[in-house]
Structure formats: C-alpha cells, structure tokens
C-alpha cells in the first residue's frame, strides 16, 4: 500500500497538470482600452508600446483600442470603466476629483516646492492611500502617470504678478481646484468645450486659460502670446482597470498589464525632457514662455493660499487624512535633504 507521503505527492502532481492544462488553454482576457492621448506627443508613444506590448500576446490578451477619446470625456471613461463598460482608463488628476474630490488637496495651489518633493511623497506617502480610495470604489490602479506642472496662457499680455489677473476671465476644467485658485487671486472662470476655446479667445469670450504645456503646444501654438509656467500646481494621471474585470485575470496577465507600460521612473524622464522640447517650439512659433522668479513665485503661492482652505472645508476629514499625508511626507523629504 503506498505510504501517505506517496499519495501526496501524486494528489500534488495530478493538480499540477489540472492546472498548467488549463492555463494553457484558457481563452485570451478580453477587453475595451479607453483614452485620449495627443498624437505625436510622449503619451502616445507609451500608448502605442503599451499596445505593442499586449499585441504581442495575443493567446493572453484581446484588446479593442480607443485611443483618440472616441469613448468620451474623462468622466465618462469613469463612468464606464466603474460599470466594466471599459475595462482599462487613463485619466488625469483633474479628472479623479470628480469622483474623489479628496484628490483636490494634492493639487492645490503650491502643495510642493519643486518637482523632487512632489515624487516622493507621491511615491511614499499618498500613491498606496490614493489607490484604496479608488479600489473602494471599484477602480485598481495599474500605474500612475505624470503630466507636469500647470501653466496660464493668455492672449495679449503675460501674467507674471497676481495682479495681472484681476478683471480677467480665465477658461478652466470644471474642477474645484482650478475654480478656487482663479478666485483666490481675484480672475473670473469660465467653463467651455474645446471646440468653443479657440473662438472664444479670438472673441475675448475668455482672455485665457489654465491647463499644462503640451495642451498649449497641441491646441493653441499661435494663438496666444504668452505662456506663464507657474510651477505651483503639480498634476499627474493614473492607468485603471476595472476592479471586477482584473480580478477575473491571472497573475500573469496582471503583471503583464503593468509591465507593458513604461515604467514610471523612466516615464517622468521622458514627459519632462518632452516638455522642455515643447517650450523651446513655442518662441518660434508665436507664444513665448515665461519663467517665475523666486520672489515672483512666493507672491502667487501667498495669493493663492485661501484655496487650500477651500478644498480642505469641501473635502471633510477624508481630504484632511490627505493632507497631513502629504504634510508627514513633505516633512520627510526635507529631514532626507538635511533642511
């Protein structure tokens, strides 16, 4: 009679099979990607590799690509990607704080000091908190991305001083952050369609905007003088997957997802390096950059302070966790550098 240990070690073997038998022919996981990248900018490139990389797995994946916004705005990619409509979403921060208005604290106005700090308190203090609000709600976070740094563009003048904005109405993205930082230093905001941006600026409908570098290279290169880059409203993006959808995916498959994707570290380098390269087009091409100095910058974080205070009272407890997050983490990075 075979000893217990024998017995085991068949039971063992037998499920082993079962198992690499079934992987092997378990059909391919099936999905909708929904996004909206420029062409030609350093996003579409890592959207097309990410592409590339899952094509080339075709016995583990079968994707339906959507890659120029042909499935809606960034609320609706949540809406549907919540309902497993969508199965993978890139959406930017702005777009997070309409279902995790909480989002606001960290990009409030002049949260960070410079580029290094808001990494790693990202990296080490809010990424892990950021991803169990979103899971709570249905949505895993696959990997975070990175936008950069908000700026103002206008169309006859520079703003270089708080000031420069009082009497003037600036287009923004329905937000609470935008909103709260026009009105802390004295501007009107108006909330328009793209399609309508353009004629409204040439109309003085608006006399400009807040939004980031590559939109004002993409969209209105020639079409206002002057970009401000404030360097006081950091924004970043994140890569999801419907919660239900990939649990129902291998570990494998789930890895795969993440590793077909440029790897952060390395995505940071590339979308900043984009950006400079950006900046230095747009001289040529009408619209001229304008760098803040130190003095110039403290001024607009001062101006600027009353809309933390706002999302913090919006926000309640969930957004005051948040922010001492972000102040813990802050702290840190100052005791690493020696200040």
């Given at each position: 009679?075979?000893?217990?240990?024998?017995?085991?070690?068949?039971?063992?073997?037998?499920?082993?099979l079962l198992i690499s038998a079934f992987s092997a022919t378990a059909d391919p996981l099936k999905g909708k990607v929904g996004v909206y990248s420029f062409p030609d900018?350093?996003?579409?490139?890592?959207?097309?590799?990410?592409?590339?990389?899952?094509?080339?797995?075709?016995?583990?994946?079968?994707?339906?690509?959507?890659?120029?916004?042909?499935?809606?705005?960034?609320?609706?990619?949540?809406?549907?990607?919540?309902?497993?409509?969508?199965?993978?979403?890139?959406?930017?921060?702005?777009?997070?704080?309409?279902?995790?208005?909480?989002?606001?604290?960290?990009?409030?106005?002049?949260?960070?000091?410079?580029?290094?700090?808001?990494?790693?308190?990202?990296?080490?203090?809010?990424?892990?908190?950021?991803?169990?609000?979103?899971?709570?709600?249905?949505?895993?976070?696959?990997?975070?991305?990175?936008?950069?740094?908000?700026?103002?563009?206008?169309?006859?003048?520079?703003?270089?001083?708080?000031?420069?904005?009082?009497?003037?109405?600036?287009?923004?993205?329905?937000?609470?952050?935008?909103?709260?930082?026009?009105?802390?230093?004295?501007?009107?905001?108006?909330?328009?369609?793209?399609?309508?941006?353009?004629?409204?600026?040439?109309?003085?409908?608006?006399?400009?905007?807040?939004?980031?570098?590559?939109?004002?290279?993409?969209?209105?290169?020639?079409?206002?003088?002057?970009?401000?880059?404030?360097?006081?409203?950091?924004?970043?993006?994140?890569?999801?997957?419907?919660?239900?959808?990939?649990?129902?995916?291998?570990?494998?498959?789930?890895?795969?997802?993440?590793?077909?994707?440029?790897?952060?570290?390395?995505?940071?380098?590339?979308?900043?390096?984009?950006?400079?390269?950006?900046?230095?087009?747009?001289?040529?091409?009408?619209?001229?950059?304008?760098?803040?100095?130190?003095?110039?910058?403290?001024?607009?974080?001062?101006?600027?302070?009353?809309?933390?205070?706002?999302?913090?009272?919006?926000?309640?407890?969930?957004?005051?966790?948040?922010?001492?997050?972000?102040?813990?983490?802050?702290?840190?990075?100052?005791?690493?550098?020696?200040?």
């Amino acid at each position: 009679m075979p000893q217990p240990t024998v017995i085991s070690m068949r039971i063992l073997l037998a499920l082993t099979l079962l198992i690499s038998a079934f992987s092997a022919t378990a059909d391919p996981l099936k999905g909708k990607v929904g996004v909206y990248s420029f062409p030609d900018s350093v996003w579409w490139d890592q959207w097309m590799e990410f592409q590339s990389n899952i094509e080339a797995q075709p016995d583990d994946f079968e994707f339906e690509w959507y890659m120029l916004g042909e499935l809606g705005s960034e609320q609706q990619l949540i809406t549907g990607a919540r309902r497993n409509r969508i199965q993978i979403i890139s959406v930017s921060s702005q777009g997070m704080t309409s279902l995790v208005p909480e989002m606001g604290v960290l990009l409030a106005p002049y949260m960070f000091d410079n580029i290094e700090e808001a990494d790693f308190v990202l990296d080490n203090y809010l990424a892990a908190p950021i991803a169990g609000l979103f899971s709570d709600l249905g949505l895993e976070v696959l990997q975070f991305t990175e936008v950069g740094w908000g700026v103002i563009y206008t169309v006859d003048k520079p703003m270089l001083e708080p000031e420069d904005l009082r009497g003037l109405t600036l287009r923004i993205s329905p937000t609470i952050i935008l909103q709260s930082f026009v009105e802390s230093v004295g501007a009107d905001y108006a909330v328009i369609e793209l399609g309508e941006l353009i004629p409204g600026l040439q109309t003085g409908l608006v006399n400009g905007g807040l939004t980031n570098a590559v939109f004002v290279h993409n969209v209105l290169l020639g079409q206002v003088c002057c970009v401000t880059r404030l360097r006081g409203m950091y924004e970043m993006g994140v890569n999801f997957a419907n919660k239900g959808w990939l649990s129902r995916a291998t570990p494998e498959q789930v890895q795969a997802l993440k590793d077909s994707y440029t790897d952060l570290a390395s995505m940071r380098r590339s979308v900043r390096a984009y950006v400079e390269d950006v900046i230095a087009e747009g001289e040529p091409n009408g619209t001229t950059y304008y760098d803040l100095t130190p003095e110039q910058r403290d001024r607009w974080k001062q101006a600027s302070s009353s809309g933390l205070r706002r999302i913090l009272d919006d926000t309640g407890s969930e957004g005051a966790r948040l922010y001492q997050l972000l102040l813990d983490g802050k702290a840190a990075y100052a005791r690493q550098n020696g200040e």
